[in-house]
């Protein structure tokens, strides 16, 4: 099994910024691939960005593009979501989640932490 435990939401002001962070814990490998995602009230799960544990490549949302960065640490087995420039569109509660590659889809992600509440003021 693995673990994903997310902190790091809360309020702030639009044109501020927040960082997220995901640790994973248990049968945790650098192949495999983390993603963001968020879901606002009323609305579907829809993708943020995704990082592979073992390379460079990362991929964003159109909607985040330029403002929020995916990164990792691996010796920590730590994610994290930098997100900058903060709207109130942005409101919403962020999921972490771990599958074999990267995706847009959330349905390639297997394990998924419990969510962290963002919320941006106008």
């Known amino acids: 099994q693995v673990q994903l435990v997310e902190s790091g939401g809360g309020l702030v002001q639009a044109g501020g910024s927040l960082r997220l962070s995901c640790v994973a814990s248990g049968r945790t490998f650098s192949s495999y691939a983390m993603g963001w995602f968020r879901q606002a009230p009323g609305k579907e799960r829809e993708f943020v960005a995704t990082?592979?544990?073992?390379?460079?490549?990362?991929e964003y949302a159109d909607s985040v593009k330029g403002r929020f960065t995916i990164s990792r640490d691996n010796a920590q087995k730590t994610v994290y979501l930098q997100m900058n420039s903060l709207k109130p569109e942005d409101t919403a509660v962020y999921y972490c989640?771990?599958?074999?590659?990267?995706?847009?889809?959330?349905?390639?992600?297997?394990?998924w932490g419990q969510g962290t509440q963002v919320t941006v003021s106008s």
């Open positions: 990082i592979t544990w073992s390379g460079s490549s990362t």
């Open positions: 989640a771990a599958g074999p590659r990267t995706s847009r889809d959330r349905g390639r992600y297997g394990y």
